[in-house]
């Protein structure tokens, strides 16, 4: 039974058609990864999902609920957490106030199990839980967002390109960051354009292009694919 | 001039102890309260230019000493004066902080609850209190109102910066015009609201309503640097002040985070409201629209969405209002708004206020 189901999913910006009725699904404790290249709507996608983009036509199932008429803000109670494009964490606050942000919903609950869990995973958040988040570097920035994310206690976590203007030791550090949390059993859709890294660690994926899935299966088969290779691989 | 607040008093001839600011002993060309009867100012112009003007030391100890009251009697009247602009940049400040809009009619929130007070203290005869708070809650469901009718569309439908400028200014024509339809567009005088001692020390007087302001200003300053940095509330409006989209999906609901925005700069707007009522008890529909200007510059003085910068701005205001108001009066309002321009040349983030970076 799929967790998330999306079908035959459209959205426009204005006059364009940005997602061409795509339909696919993420089963439970799955890492599923969308990947294709700049534009070719990966982040339209994680966002009709989180509710931030009102698709035209089209289904999105979460768990038996239907996402496209639930509201941006109670997608999260749902269990769906998002970790946005270029991770925009709160700058202006610290790195704490944005952990406990990322716990809004959880207001009435005792947060400090949580705090630990996230400081022994993510280290170096504890060490600069009182700086500004502005003034983190990229990694840990990425690191907070995940992390964030993480304290709502989600079922399932939307990732967009985490990947993105990351030294590729740091990516390889958030890749291991992400097999691990799906490990601890939370579901995972990653949108990425470094392919390699991506299907590296999905169970299956998605290629998407120009608005329309154009391959689809085992990560470990569409890493292998010839064409795969060529267009995102190179080679 | 005439909506200047501190300009009608010296026609209008109003209680003794808020004539401090229309002292007219340096304007003889004004002439209209010849003879001197504030008897703790009386030393000060003659002792300010014989401290000036001759080398005797007792005219010149007087001077000083003249000067120095003068001097603290007008800073002390610009504290008052500055903590009204002080709570009334406040909300301009936090709206702006939120969504990035110069809410207009923000000033006339300071008249519909200055008519508010009136309205229940003399047609409905509430007491006082009553007043005052009837007149905040007013205020904060007609800033929340204001917020759905005019600007709720706009924001969530991403229209332009000026679209949002223009229904701002719409709803304060409407504001004012609304209420010379109720109350009529004369001039109103208020009942007497804090009938408080005025303190003395040495020569120095000090209006009840003076302390009042500034007492007020600083406790609901620091209540809200409070509510903003401490409470789960204020942790989302900090949020969605940086980044709305991102505060969605930590599961905020920005639509009431920006609603209670607007309520509490509207309710800090009626607070402001009141203590103007209590320091100039003379109301009428357009008063919002010089006090609103001002206080838009005091916050834009201090940085806005800037809290402490707000008050900041707004003291410093009152400050240079009421000094230059001594000196030369004509020119208090070209003071103000050239404060404003220096202010934009040389720092155009303001005093407190932080350099915005694009994000890309």
Redesign the interface.
């Given at each position: 039974m799929a967790l998330l189901t999306v079908k035959d999913l459209n959205v426009f910006y204005g006059n364009i058609h940005a997602i061409k009725g795509i339909s696919f699904e993420v089963n439970e404790g799955e890492i599923v990864t969308l990947i294709g290249a700049n534009g070719a709507g990966k982040t339209s996608t994680l966002h009709a999902i989180?509710?931030?983009l009102r698709p035209k036509s089209g289904s999105i199932t979460f768990d038996g609920n239907n996402l496209v008429t639930t509201?941006?803000?109670?997608i999260?109670?749902l269990g769906l957490?998002?970790v946005?494009e270029?991770r925009?964490?709160?700058?202006?606050?610290t790195v704490m106030?944005n952990l406990?942000?990322?716990a809004?919903?959880r207001?009435k609950e005792n947060l400090d199990a949580d705090f630990e869990q996230i400081f022994a995973r993510l280290p170096r958040l504890k060490e600069r839980r009182k700086q500004l988040a502005g003034t983190l570097s990229g990694g840990e920035q990425q690191m907070l967002a995940i992390g964030?994310?993480l304290m709502?206690k989600p079922k399932m976590l939307l990732l967009d390109e985490p990947s993105m203007g990351l030294s590729p030791l740091l990516v390889g550090e958030i890749f291991d960051i992400i097999k691990s949390v799906n490990q601890g059993g939370v579901t995972v859709l990653l949108n990425e354009q470094n392919a390699k890294k991506a299907l590296e660690i999905a169970n299956r994926a998605y290629v998407l292009e120009t608005g329309s899935i154009a391959m689809s299966g085992e990560a470990s088969a569409l890493a292998q694919d010839e064409k795969v290779r060529q267009a995102y691989l190179g080679g | 001039m005439k909506s200047n607040p501190l300009e009608f008093r010296r026609k209008e001839g109003l209680k003794p102890s808020f004539r401090i600011f229309s002292y007219s002993g340096k304007r003889p060309k004004k002439g209209k309260s010849g003879k001197n009867n504030f008897p703790f100012l009386a030393r000060s112009p003659q002792g300010f230019a014989a401290g000036l003007g001759t080398s005797n030391h007792f005219f010149r100890l007087e001077g000083v000493c003249g000067f120095m009251n003068l001097f603290l009697t007008q800073t002390i009247n610009g504290l008052g004066l500055g903590s009204i602009y002080a709570l009334v940049a406040l909300g301009y400040s936090m709206v702006y902080g939120i969504v990035k809009l110069i809410n207009f009619a923000h000033g006339d929130i300071i008249m519909v609850g200055s008519y508010m007070v009136m309205f229940i203290m003399t047609v409905m005869g509430m007491p006082l209190i009553l007043a005052v708070i009837g007149s905040i809650l007013f205020c904060a469901l007609a800033g929340v109102l204001i917020q759905r009718v005019a600007y709720h569309r706009l924001l969530t439908h991403d229209a332009p910066r000026i679209s949002l400028l223009i229904t701002a200014l719409g709803v304060s024509i409407f504001l004012q015009n609304l209420f010379q339809l109720l109350f009529g567009s004369e001039v109103r005088s208020m009942p007497t609201l804090f009938d408080l001692p005025a303190i003395q020390l040495g020569e120095l007087h000090i209006t009840s309503a003076n302390i009042l302001n500034i007492v007020v200003s600083v406790v609901m300053m620091i209540g809200l640097q409070t509510l903003v940095a401490r409470t789960r509330i204020g942790k989302a409006m900090r949020a969605t002040s940086e980044d709305a989209g991102a505060a969605k999906l930590m599961g905020i609901n920005t639509n009431h985070t920006v609603a209670f925005t607007f309520a509490v700069g509207s309710g800090l707007a009626a607070v402001g409201a009141a203590l103007y009522c209590n320091t100039y008890p003379q109301i009428k529909p357009t008063m919002g629209n010089l006090l609103g200007l001002k206080a838009f510059v005091a916050a834009v003085l201090g940085g806005i969405g800037s809290i402490p910068g707000a008050m900041l701005g707004g003291y410093i205001l009152g400050v240079a209002e009421s000094w230059t108001k001594n000196f030369y009066s004509n020119l208090t309002d070209a003071i103000v708004f050239g404060i404003l321009i220096v202010m934009l040349l040389v720092k155009p983030s303001g005093l407190l206020g932080k350099n915005v970076k694009e994000k890309v």
């Open positions: 989180s509710g931030l509201e941006a803000h109670k999260l109670r957490a998002q946005p270029g925009r964490i709160f700058a202006s606050l106030e406990e942000l990322g809004y919903i207001a964030r994310a709502s | -």
